[in-house]
């Protein structure tokens, strides 16, 4: 029995202390976005292999398993689509995160990073991947990697990074100019990380964790 409290700027459910029980964020995502944009919702439905959703003002940003299709919700139509991988290849792409300049895609090969406002992103050159995340506990960085899950809280950039199999991550942050592993190693077995207002959800594959903006 999932409780929303009210609807972030985003159309993302704000979560509080009365439903920081077990539950699956992104499945709370789509019941906002389907309650806000019931129209739009129907065309979403036409991806079956769509994975995230995001929003850049009157522009929803659809993960999908091929690339990044931008719907405009004002004219219930397709905008753009990005194809990302090698000389513009399908790539799946898990998860995506606008800052206000960028987006940032997680995919099944990496981190990637584009910038919305000046460059034109359906030209897969304009995307670079992101090569300064640590690998392990060497000086070593990572070379691609699947990423299951990015999200923007407290001005910070969070990710997942899926290690050997499905129950094995590693989270990582992005917090002044440099990537480092998440403080609580105890997060395993994600499934998708969700930032509100004033808290961030780590879905799990049977339970999950919520951090305010203090943790």
Not at 52 to 74: E, H, M, Q, R, Y
């Amino acid at each position: 029995n999932y409780r929303i409290v009210r609807y972030s700027s985003k159309g993302k459910p704000v979560y509080n202390d009365d439903n920081e029980h077990s539950h699956d964020a992104f499945a709370l995502t789509v019941l906002a976005f389907n309650r806000e944009f019931p129209e739009l919702a129907k065309l979403v439905d036409k991806f079956k292999y769509a994975t995230d959703i995001d929003f850049i003002d009157n522009f929803a940003i659809l993960s999908t398993g091929f690339g990044i299709v931008i719907l405009d919700i004002k004219r219930q139509e397709i905008k753009y689509t990005y194809f990302l991988g090698n000389m513009g290849s399908y790539i799946k792409v898990y998860s995506s995160e606008f800052d206000g300049q960028h987006i940032y895609a997680a995919t099944e090969n990496g981190i990637l990073k584009g910038d919305y406002l000046n460059d034109n992103l359906s030209d897969f050159n304009n995307w670079s991947e992101i090569t300064d995340i640590p690998a392990g506990d060497s000086l070593e960085q990572l070379n691609g990697g699947e990423f299951n899950s990015i999200a923007i809280f407290n001005d910070k950039l969070y990710s997942s990074l899926i290690s050997g199999t499905d129950d094995e991550n590693t989270i990582y942050v992005y917090d002044e100019d440099e990537w480092r592993y998440f403080a609580d190693t105890s997060v395993r077995n994600v499934r998708h990380i969700t930032a509100g207002d004033t808290m961030l959800c780590i879905s799990k594959s049977y339970n999950g964790y919520v951090f305010n903006e203090n943790e």
